[in-house]
């Protein structure tokens, strides 16, 4: 994280539970969370990509080899068993609640590209399942515990697909605009009990698994077309509002969703 960053004090020693925490901007989170300081815990279907991802961190850091790295917890975020299990281990382990849940995991891989013609209940269930359901039931499954804290805040991972609108990937659409829906009555169910839940919708972010699959020749020209900022935008920069809705800083802010698409929607 480059010096002229900001730093926010209210996030040291602070609980993070993070889904999808092994590549791209959930790896860029997990990052970014452990230099503010916070205790972070990743989930991710990956050993591999989140071996790599420590191995990483202790290599470019090696000022902060005194200090414990993320913890790692394997896990399928569409087996809601062992996502459950998940969270009832975190939530013990750090005094009955997290401070910040991030509902990150999603994926739009090519099974996930295809057209509504082509899609059935198996691949709508299955799609739904990795890129919504999770979230509310990982949230409803950490809610008890920031209540009883009397804070807590709650970030979820959408996605601008649905406002460009985008075509090619009708259900993964849909579920992000169903995350903004949840946020917004979420923010509204648990502001009482001072859990504020906020979103955030990327735009094209130049993950690896993005430029391996996605950012071809073609979709470049199609994406600088779009956007106002001329450049690929990258995990770090998604990681850096999050963090600023996880602080202190952001302690008026609940049900609003951040674009972070560099211009190319001009509101949520």
């Known amino acids: 994280m480059a010096q002229q960053y900001a730093t926010y004090p209210s996030l040291r020693g602070k609980t993070v539970l993070i889904t999808g925490g092994a590549e791209g901007i959930g790896a860029s989170c997990v990052e970014n969370f452990w230099l503010q300081g916070s205790k972070v815990v990743f989930l991710d279907i990956s050993t591999s990509s989140a071996e790599k991802l420590l191995a990483s961190l202790r290599s470019t850091y090696p000022e902060k080899s005194e200090t414990p790295l993320p913890r790692f917890m394997q896990c399928d975020v569409t087996d809601l068993d ?4 998940c969270a009832e281990d975190v ?9 910040v849940l991030l509902n990150n995991a999603a994926s739009a891989g090519a099974s996930t590209r295809v057209p509504t013609e082509e899609v059935t209940p198996a691949s709508w269930d299955a799609d739904v399942n990795v890129n919504l359901r999770h979230q509310f039931f990982l949230t409803q499954a950490v809610v008890p515990g920031m209540r009883s804290k009397g804070r807590g805040s709650i970030i979820n991972m959408g996605s601008i697909t649905w406002s460009i609108p985008a075509t090619g990937l009708p259900v993964y659409t849909l579920c992000k605009a169903a995350i903004m829906g949840m946020t917004r009555t979420h923010s509204k169910e648990f ?3 001072g859990i504020r839940v906020n979103s955030v919708m990327p735009g094209a972010i130049a993950t690896q698994r993005q430029i391996d699959e996605v950012l071809t020749d073609e979709y470049r020209v199609e994406v600088m ?3 106002t900022i001329q450049r690929d ?3 770090d920069e998604v990681a850096r509002v999050i963090l600023f809705l996880a602080s202190d800083d952001s302690s008026a802010i609940t049900g609003s969703s951040y674009v972070v698409d ?3 929607v001009s509101d949520p």
């Open 91 to 99: 939530v013990g382990a750090n005094g009955g609640a997290v401070d």
């Open 225 to 227: 077309a779009a956007q």
């Open 191 to 193: 502001g009482k009990w």
């Open 82 to 85: 062992r996502l459950r299990a």
């Open 233 to 235: 935008l990258r995990p």
């Open 262 to 264: 560099g211009g190319w």
